[in-house]
């Protein structure tokens, strides 16, 4: 929910997305920064982060359980946190992303609000199987190398201030609005008028709003029968994978670089002087 005052449809929409764009930035920083510490808290107070040794952890790790809870929802797009107003724009920027006559999003528009749905119905599993599988369920004291216990102040400290912000940013985003957003989207687009940015949870039945109980209320089904289809992944060929080409992308990267290298790393003082 947001407004912009910017002339020409297609510029509008270019606005709105660098808008959403900047603005789920900084909700990412916050919820995926609290996560990745809580992480490796989990890790430094339990001395594994083996999520199938974890488990029943809510009650000896309790403020860790809460930011991770609030940080959680928020990943998943949940409200009233700051990920359910990021990923709002978002999907409003994929639904309208058929508007741009540009590089044919006219007629692959329509395929985009599919992309971000699926995206975010997997987020959705994701997040709620983080929380689930290191705070609840059964507690496991003897596959865990240390005796579990909450982190001391300075280990929560750096996660509660991400996880306050992850909850003021959700309650009053337009802290945001006209002191970060706006000046960082003048500066990515200087060509385009000062945006007048305003951001609120409610913004009507819109297709946003669909898509996004859509994802919930799948993600809520998937969650829930994760037993049942998660072996899928069991029987994938490895070459079905993005990870399997991601690594074999590093390893050609690395392979070429290596030569570039060693096509100037001679050993000779007459080709580095050359």
């Given at each position: 929910a947001f407004r912009y005052h910017y002339?020409?449809?297609?510029?509008?929409?270019?606005?709105?997305?660098?808008?959403?764009?900047?603005?789920h930035l900084i909700n990412h920083a916050t919820f995926k920064g609290a996560l990745f510490m809580i992480t490796g808290t989990i890790d430094h107070e339990v001395g594994t982060r083996d999520i199938k040794k974890l488990g029943g952890l809510m009650t000896i790790m309790p403020i860790s359980c809460t930011f991770?809870?609030?940080?959680?929802?928020?990943?998943?797009?949940?409200?009233?946190?700051?990920g359910f107003?990021?990923?709002?724009m978002f999907l409003t920027a994929m639904f309208d992303s058929h508007q741009a006559d540009i590089f044919g999003l006219s007629t692959l528009g329509y395929l985009l609000p599919i992309v971000a749905i699926v995206g975010s119905i997997f987020?959705?599993?994701?997040?709620?199987?983080?929380?689930?599988?290191?705070?609840?369920?059964?507690?496991?004291?003897?596959?865990?190398?240390?005796?579990?216990?909450?982190a001391p102040l300075l280990m929560l400290l750096p996660t509660g201030i991400l996880t306050f912000l992850v909850?003021?940013?959700?309650?009053?985003?337009?802290?945001?609005?006209?002191?970060?957003?706006?000046?960082?989207?003048?500066?990515?687009?200087?060509?385009?008028?000062?945006?007048?940015?305003?951001?609120?949870?409610?913004?009507?039945?819109?297709?946003?709003?669909?898509g996004t109980l859509i994802v919930f209320i799948i993600g809520f089904i998937l969650f829930k029968?994760?037993?049942?289809?998660?072996?899928?992944?069991?029987?994938?060929?490895?070459?079905?994978?993005?990870?399997?080409?991601?690594d074999r992308g590093i390893q050609l990267s690395s392979y070429i670089s290596n030569k570039i290298t060693q096509s100037y790393m001679t050993g000779f003082i007459r080709s580095y002087l050359m």
């Open positions: 002339a020409g449809e297609e510029s509008q929409l270019f606005l709105a997305s660098i808008i959403a764009a900047v603005f991770t809870i609030i940080t959680a929802l928020s990943m998943a797009g949940v409200p009233p946190f700051n107003l990021s990923k709002e987020t959705f599993v994701y997040s709620f199987k983080y929380v689930h599988e290191i705070f609840f369920g059964d507690y496991k004291p003897e596959a865990l190398p240390k005796k579990p216990h909450e909850v003021l940013f959700g309650l009053f985003p337009n802290i945001l609005s006209n002191s970060i957003i706006a000046p960082a989207v003048r500066a990515i687009a200087p060509f385009a008028d000062a945006p007048d940015v305003h951001i609120s949870h409610w913004h009507g039945i819109t297709p946003a709003l669909i029968s994760v037993e049942k289809w998660f072996n899928i992944y069991s029987i994938q060929p490895e070459y079905l994978t993005f990870n399997y080409y991601y």
